[in-house]
């Protein structure tokens, strides 16, 4: 679930910003970065709630049911922003807001009617998002341009399994009365 999301997420925030396939990645991995003016944004979802609590249904088709939870929940998920393309006349990077740019931008544009089509599509509501946040640092002498934003998105989620049934089963019922006469009953249960 949280990978899909975060899979989902990433698809969403290259997209809506227009950003090169591959530039927007999970957070915390352990690859080369690129170049100190290689642009690439990261996701990670860091926190995922219940909002409400579960609906429970079955489905039977044929001899198979399938028994249903659907829980609402909401996800927050931290989206920042590195390097701008501006260098110096030595090609190294120089002092950009571009990533603050793009943080603060991004907030914007899911609310455009395109990007409100592809979160349908991928089973999202965008609730709401935190101020962007400048993080720009100096990095081996050079700057780096960074930006966070934490957005707040809605969705569905749901668990399944078949659950085991029995077709017919013969119920023969007997029942002692005070009078001591006894009835009997046979009939069948199918599940």
């Known amino acids: 679930m949280i990978a899909d999301l975060n899979r989902d997420i990433r698809n969403l925030v290259r997209v ?8 927007v990645r999970p957070a915390d991995q352990i690859v080369p970065a690129g170049g100190q003016t290689v642009e690439f944004a990261t996701v990670k979802v860091i926190a995922a709630s219940d909002a409400g609590l579960a609906s429970v249904s079955n489905e039977t088709v044929g001899n198979v049911t399938t028994e249903h939870v659907d829980v609402h929940k909401l996800a927050t998920v931290s989206v920042q922003f590195f390097r701008g393309s501006a260098k110096d006349g030595a090609g190294l990077a120089k002092y950009t807001n571009l990533a603050m740019d793009r943080a603060a931008r991004l907030v914007q544009r899911l ?35 960074r930006a966070q934003v934490d957005l707040v998105f809605d969705f569905a989620n749901r668990e399944s399994a078949t659950v085991p049934t029995i077709l017919s089963v013969p119920v023969h019922v007997g029942v002692q009365q005070p009078n001591g006469n006894a009835q009997t009953r046979d009939f069948e249960v199918t599940t």
């Open 16 to 23: 809506v910003m227009g950003m090169p396939e591959n530039s």
């Open 111 to 145: 609310q455009l009617s395109a990007s409100v089509e592809l979160m349908n599509s991928l089973g999202l509501g965008f609730l709401s998002a935190s101020t962007p946040r400048n993080l720009t640092a100096v990095v081996d002498t050079s700057y780096e341009s």
